[in-house]
């Protein structure tokens, strides 16, 4: 077994250095010709070639989009209305009630995406930090345990709808156990606070795990000689938590809610599998407004689409600037 | 309340059990049943029968009626419990049923037809797994086919996603050049957007070049990955710059620096970054549903899904097809989770 | 030696040319049923006597595959040669003229003609394609919850109250969970509204859809959701897309199914004898007692590169014989007037299915001219979609009826603005 490997790991290096000086017959001549000095620009252009083509320039595509309207597909047929598009998605006489809004389904993924990413990102980072502080005693098979938590995150959005939904069912598993214990079977998914809640739990549910094993990780860069030193001056536990491991363990705290609000707010797959948005528009978020809009309709409207997912991202880059503007000043509080 | 906080923040080394250390174990085996559970629900109700999948409340093990084979009938016959006349329970088999009655024989004495009202049957069951919810599913569901498409995907995906990402990390990171904050800073701020969002520019695009209902068409576009790149640099300004140096006074050319000292360094982050792009590229649905329309190019989720939209009310072949996909990725996991989870803890993606 | 040399070079050259030459075109299909195996028979046949063409079958799911990816495609230029299509209307200005590529147009007008027109761009004669299938929306019954409960079938015209009241009973006398279901899509619902006098269209033929029969139907939907008549996981809870209510009445857990002829095949496998299964002829309302048409069709689309060869595939697949035996076996009413007048062998044993086809055969000349001129109507889906999602709402109580009929009023208003830019 271990000669396989040994061979195997041989014939993998071997593979690398050879195409590695593949590339180097392009590169190093590349080298020659622009200097030393260019060669980061040489490194950048495969990833800003892609990413430009693929990424940036749809964005800009987008932005253009959102200021016309009309069905037809390419830029250049499509009428410029200017801010037409923007003005009627926001064009509401009380921001509070959708059904005053000419848009009204785009204010209703509003507010359904708020109290989503509210509730989401506060149950999972709370669910988290402590699965990490359990994950961090000394316990026995602890790598199995950590693997546990994780093994959700790898499966599929549209594995995790269906392994829901047929728990969910109103013969599933879920009220058979109701039942079981005497209770009456619940309609999970036919009502509008409990689909919310369900698909808020399951999104915990499947992503928990890569947010714990990050904060895993930052809890177990602090230096364990400080918690001995606080052990000998007598502080209790409660204190060493406060002053301790709260305060070090803030910057991998920032990096968790970053990336768990931008992953909250983009939700769509699993809810677009699990309840298609309902029951009604309950769970009816703001990329599926986008889906539906520009996508899923017999008459497409190309340009409403693009002008909300514009509003999508303003909102994301404002709240990401928020927030690491807020991390940068309690680091400095800290030190 | 000061206990609570003992539980949660103490690394215990003693041997004595402590009431924290058994609220920590509790903790975590019922953080297995939650994490685990569904998933074995899900891989036990695939074995039951249609029938079975109906039932309520439903059965922990897949059970089916058993069938016996009576002599001058061609197929088996199910069994059932019936209740006679008298009180008394016979067990018979249903030859057919009409309206309300059904017609039965005692497998023993099979030329007599007992007519029996169907409200007086119980069925009797035994366990069994359903196999042919699989092997009938694999008539209709082509999985051989995707699940090389999705191999394919992701792992050419995979290894151009290392390569480049490496190397604007590597740009990044390890030089100063007129720009360099603000390409960062674009990179980074595309982290928000979904692709759902640019979904109908990005089909615009990928017609134009001309790689619709083409595997590249689903491999090239997402390999840029801001992610990919954030962590890469992130670790890579963890290498000091002497080796770098020192081995420009060797002589040895930007590139050779790259691979021969950068990249071996990067490892861990690398490994990572492979594991993420693995999970990214196996579970990708939207992009390759719109870009793949040639059923024989349909990846893995693509295919269940539509399998599922074909065949929405057949749970039974959807239960088993659902299991399958995620059969290689939970193998893998099983192999390899120790590195994913040492992986992720040593990089450390701190702010 | 030369010479012979030269001529087995030649012939490898051109029977290598043949082999190059064959054209491989694409067909997108879906599957109700089992009607995709029909087919590739039927194009394995072709195939055989004319090896110069090949025609691969991509199967797509409807919703995502047929509603949503194919129009996208086509938009962009890009999409299959043949494809199976319901959005009629709304694809016409995609579709393939067959017309100069067919040996004889005559025989297509006489026996597709009325249906052509929903195929067709205003005021063009183009034929783009055949009638898979016909369809028409009629209830379904569960025979035997009928004997069980020992409560006669309605016979002669009921009127949708009467039905529903009929199924509550039935229902509750055998322990069925709900009495009625109908599949979420505003066409099943529109065929009822007609029938209580909805007229969908004002004056001028522009969709104008708040009247009192509509009012009426969108009412007896409300109070039967809020009774517990009507099975509510179809229509609650599955959101933004269409969903078919056949599982609760394939496994006898509703009394009536309010569906379509096209169900039939399918039934045939899934429930077999399970129960007896009926179709009874459309409930009447004050104005008619009517269902509503449809049909998936067969076309060619005009971005092919090949369409002498699309042609010839799809003469092939109308002649009478082969569409006959495509019917026949799949169970579908026949889009083609010489067959529909003549009959159709149905191969089925099963005493339901012929019930049933027969039942729907007999509601096609009852068909409310309302119901045709919707069907035909080229963005009819808007009507449809905006219709079901907004009284979805209703249900849920996140919009009172006169909201939602303002809203569905507003959103189709709005769409068709942006198609006419």
């Avoid at chain 2, 069994?128 to 394919?152: D, G, H, M, P, Q």
Wanted: neutral net charge; hydrophobic residues 50%.
């Amino acid at each position: 077994m271990s000669i396989l490997a040994t061979l195997s790991s041989k014939l993998a290096q071997g593979v690398y250095v050879l195409l590695m000086n593949i590339f180097g017959l392009v590169m190093e001549p590349l080298q020659r010709l622009i200097g030393v000095r260019r060669m980061p620009y040489l490194f950048l252009l495969p990833n800003l070639l892609i990413f430009g083509i693929f990424i940036l320039f749809p964005m800009v595509l987008n932005l253009y989009f959102a200021t016309t309207s009309g069905t037809a597909l390419f830029p250049q047929e499509r009428p410029f209305v200017g801010t037409a598009n923007f003005e009627r998605l926001y064009a509401c006489q009380d921001y509070f009630n959708p059904v005053t809004c000419q848009e009204d389904r785009f204010w209703r993924a509003v507010h359904n995406t708020t109290v989503f990413v509210a509730l989401q990102v506060g149950g999972m980072i709370l669910i988290s930090l402590t699965t990490a502080l359990v994950l961090n005693r000394k316990i026995v098979a602890r790598g199995f345990f950590r693997s546990v938590y994780f093994y959700p995150v790898l499966l599929s959005p549209v594995v995790v709808a269906l392994i829901w939904k047929w728990i969910l069912q109103r013969d599933g598993l879920l009220n058979a156990l109701l039942v079981g214990l005497g209770q009456e079977p619940v309609q999970f998914l036919l009502s509008g606070t409990w689909a919310m809640a369900w698909i808020i739990i399951i999104s915990i549910w499947a992503e928990m795990g890569f947010y714990t094993l990050i904060l895993l990780a930052g809890l177990q860069s602090i230096p364990s000689e400080l918690y001995d030193a606080g052990a000998v001056d007598g502080t209790s536990s409660t204190q060493r938590f406060r002053h301790i491991t709260l305060p070090l363990l803030m910057p991998t705290m920032m990096v968790v809610l970053i990336l768990a609000l931008i992953r909250s707010v983009q939700q769509f797959d699993k809810v677009f599998v699990l309840t298609g948005g309902g029951p009604g528009t309950a769970t009816f978020l703001l990329v599926q407004y986008i889906y539906s809009t520009g996508f899923a309709t017999q008459i497409p409207r190309f340009g409403m689409a693009a002008a909300a997912s514009v509003t999508l991202g303003a909102v994301l880059l404002i709240a990401t600037i928020i927030q690491l503007r807020l991390g940068r000043s309690s680091e400095r509080h800290l030190a | 309340m000061s206990t609570l906080v003992t539980f949660f923040t103490r690394r215990r080394g003693r041997r004595r059990w402590h009431a924290t250390d058994i609220l920590a174990y509790l903790y975590l085996l019922i953080g297995v049943v939650v994490m685990f559970g569904p998933v074995l629900w899900l891989v036990l109700s695939s074995f039951k029968t249609p029938a079975a999948l109906l039932e309520f409340p439903p059965t922990l093990l897949p059970l089916a009626q058993k069938t016996v084979v009576v002599p001058g009938y061609a197929e088996p016959l199910r069994l059932f419990d019936v209740t006679m006349a008298d009180g008394s329970i016979r067990r018979l088999a249903q030859v057919r049923r009409v309206g309300l009655q059904a017609q039965m024989v005692d497998p023993a004495g099979p030329d007599e037809i007992i007519r029996v009202h169907i409200d007086q049957r119980s069925e009797v069951r035994h366990f069994r797994l359903a196999t042919e919810n699989y092997t009938e599913a694999f008539l209709r569901f082509n999985f051989a086919i995707y699940l090389r498409n999705s191999v394919v995907v992701t792992v050419t995906a995979t290894l151009i996603t290392l390569l480049i990402n490496s190397m604007a990390a590597f740009a990044l990171s390890k030089y100063r050049f007129r720009g360099r904050n603000a390409i960062f800073l674009i990179i980074i701020s595309t982290l928000m957007i979904p692709i759902s969002v640019i979904l109908v520019p990005v089909y615009l695009v990928i017609t134009q070049v001309g790689w619709v209902n083409n595997l590249w068409g689903v491999i090239i576009p997402a390999a840029a990955t801001p992610t990919g790149v954030f962590l890469l640099r992130q670790y890579m300004l963890t290498i000091p710059d002497e080796l770098l140096d020192s081995g420009r006074i060797d002589g040895a050319s930007e590139w050779r620096l790259y691979w021969q000292i950068v990249l071996p360094l990067a490892a861990p982050a690398l490994a990572v970054l492979a594991i993420f792009s693995v999970m990214w590229r196996w579970n990708d649905f939207l992009w390759p549903l719109i870009v793949l329309t040639r059923s024989e190019l349909f990846t893995l989720q693509v295919g269940l899904a539509a399998f599922q939209g074909e065949l929405q009310i057949q749970w039974h072949y959807v239960l088993a097809m659902t299991v399958l996909t995620l059969l290689p990725i939970t193998l893998v996991f099983a192999l390899l989770q120790r590195f994913i989870t040492t992986g992720i803890a040593s990089t450390g993606v701190k702010g | 030696m030369k010479p012979k040399f030269l001529t087995a070079l030649l012939t490898l050259v051109l029977l290598a040319n043949t082999a190059l030459a064959q054209v491989v075109l694409r067909m997108t299909w879906y599957d109700d049923g089992q009607e995709g195996v029909v087919m590739r028979e039927l194009l394995d046949r072709f195939e055989a006597a004319n090896p110069d063409i090949r025609v691969v079958m991509d199967t797509v799911p409807f919703a995502a595959g047929i509603l949503q990816s194919l129009p996208l495609q086509l938009a962009a230029g890009q999409g299959p040669d043949l494809a199976r299509i319901v959005d009629l209307g709304g694809l016409s200005q995609y579709l393939l003229d067959l017309r100069p590529h067919l040996s004889d147009p005559d025989y297509w007008e006489a026996n597709f003609g009325p249906f052509l027109d929903w195929m067709r761009p205003e005021g063009s004669d183009a034929i783009p394609g055949f009638m898979t299938q016909l369809t028409v929306s009629a209830p379904f019954i569960n025979r035997t919850l009928f004997d069980q409960a020992g409560i006669a079938v309605p016979e002669g015209p009921t009127t949708w109250e009467q039905w529903a009241e009929v199924a509550q009973q039935v229902a509750e006398a055998t322990g069925t969970p709900h009495a009625m279901v109908m599949d979420r899509s505003g066409h099943r619902l529109a065929g009822p509204a007609i029938s209580q006098g909805a007229a969908f269209f004002d004056a001028e033929g522009h969709p104008k859809i708040d009247d009192a029969g509509l009012r009426a139907m969108l009412q007896l939907m409300i109070d039967w959701h809020a009774d517990g008549l009507m099975n509510p996981d179809v229509w609650i809870g599955a959101a933004g897309q269409y969903v078919a209510g056949n599982l609760p009445f394939i496994n006898a857990q509703v009394v009536l199914y309010m569906s379509g002829s096209w169900q039939v095949g399918q039934f045939t496998n899934l429930i077999g004898d399970a129960f007896d299964w009926e179709v009874v002829p459309n409930p009447c309302g004050p104005a008619a007692c009517t269902g509503m048409p449809g049909g998936a069709a067969l076309v060619g689309i005009a971005a092919t590169r090949h369409p002498a060869e699309v042609a010839r595939v799809m003469e092939f697949l109308a002649q009478e014989e082969v569409l006959a035996e495509f019917y026949g076996r799949t169970l579908f009413i026949p889009g083609h007037l010489g067959l529909a007048e003549a009959g159709i062998d149905f191969q089925t044993d099963l005493e339901s299915a012929k019930q049933a086809l027969n039942v729907f055969a007999s509601q096609v000349p009852l068909i409310h001219p309302t119901a045709y001129a919707l069907q035909g109507y080229r963005f009819n889906r808007v009507i449809f979609d905006n219709l079901r999602d907004r009284l979805t709402q209703v249900f849920v109580g996140e919009l009172t009826l006169d909201q939602a009929l303002e809203r569905m009023q507003a959103d189709i208003d709005e769409q068709i603005r942006q198609a006419g830019q």
